[in-house]
């Protein structure tokens, strides 16, 4: 079974990860063939999904990762932490 490749990030957004933000990750998640998730403590959610995005609902200081299996996987988390960070909406853990 392959590896996951994984980062962990905090969130920075002074409003956390809400619709927008949460819109954007879905946006450059989307192309990528792997599976990629969204995790948190207590669950785990397909990040290519809008409204599992939104429902985990992530305030600011919180901690998740990106877990991404497949072929692309680790230029699929690499695309996500870019586009966290150039957006302010989290740093890396």
Partial sequence: MEQPTEQNFIVTAEHGLHARPAAQLVQVAAPFASAI???????????????????????SGASFSVRATGDDAQAAVDAIAARLEEQGLARRA
Avoid at 41 to 49: E, G
Wanted: aromatic letters at 0%; zero cysteines.
């Fill in 37 to 59: 998730e969204l995790v948190t403590a207590d669950k785990a959610v397909n990040l290519k999904s809008m409204m599992s995005v939104m429902g985990v609902g992530l305030a």
